[in-house]
């Protein structure tokens, strides 16, 4: 299977903490992207790292991608209550396919 | 920018019914779109991939005659469930993907879901 990984399933950390999450693949990515989705809506783009990138900011957030590892990780920084969501990462394949293929998600609660 | 519009967000029907949810790109124009299923507490499962002006691509065990999609135009995707039954019932989400700029592939957006139950 193609499909990412995340790690771990669930997270529950305090306002204010950090919060890690993992994500492996399995086959050579053209990029790999992070995706949020609060619970019974739509997903929320966060960040797009290509193959090439080892490491990219977006506010709070910083993703790495060790692509010998296939393996990339979401940090967010001072996390808030209203970080509580699933966070999904979704990997674009080399070859032209505009598919992504997505794991099955770390559900991050952030309490107050 | 890069807003998905997704239609109805929630509907119930009886069993039999045939159903229609349609995905809009408001403010660009998307060549393709994504029709994905998703299950309680599971992750998204690529249901069929739709080109405009084109048939769509359907993964495989997605039933073609069951999620009738259509690409109308440059920023409409329509999926209809039809004879839907209790089964069919799932979270269906579209998204859309902005057109690449160089080299470079682009996210894709995501409508907000629509919740489909058949009883």
């Known amino acids: 299977s193609q499909q990412g990984e995340e790690d771990p399933q669930a997270l529950s950390i305090q306002e204010g903490e950090n919060a890690t999450m993992n994500c492996s693949y399995k086959?050579?990515?053209?990029?790999l992207q992070w995706y949020r989705q609060n619970s019974g809506r739509g997903l929320v783009h966060l960040i797009l790292?290509?193959?090439?990138?080892r490491e990219k900011h977006s506010g709070r957030l910083r993703v790495t991608l060790d692509t010998s590892k296939k393996s990339s990780s979401l940090l967010i920084t001072a996390s808030r209550a209203a970080d509580t969501a699933s966070y999904f990462c979704?990997?674009?394949?080399?070859?032209?396919?505009?598919?992504?293929?997505f794991g099955k998600g770390t559900k991050l609660t952030v309490n107050p | 920018g890069a807003v998905v519009s997704q239609h109805p967000s929630r509907v119930i029907c009886k069993s039999g019914t045939s159903v229609k949810i349609e995905c809009r790109s408001l403010?660009?124009?998307?060549?393709?779109m994504f029709w994905y299923r998703q299950f309680p507490k599971k992750s998204l499962m690529l249901m069929a991939t739709?080109?405009?002006?084109?048939?769509?691509?359907?993964e495989q065990g997605v039933e073609k005659d069951k999620f009738l999609i259509n690409h109308a135009s440059l920023t409409l995707s329509t999926l209809t469930v039809t004879s839907a039954h209790p089964e069919d019932s799932s979270f269906y989400i579209c998204?859309?993907?902005?057109?690449?700029?160089?080299?470079?592939?682009?996210?894709?957006?995501f409508g907000d879901g629509t919740r489909l139950s058949i009883l």
């Open positions: 790292i290509r193959s090439n990138e």
């Open positions: 086959t050579s990515i053209n990029n």
């Open positions: 403010d660009f124009q998307a060549t393709t």
């Open positions: 979704a990997t674009g394949f080399k070859g032209g396919s505009e598919k992504l293929v």
């Open positions: 998204s859309a993907r902005a057109p690449p700029t160089g080299w470079s592939n682009q996210p894709q957006h």
């Open positions: 739709s080109n405009e002006g084109s048939k769509a691509t359907y």
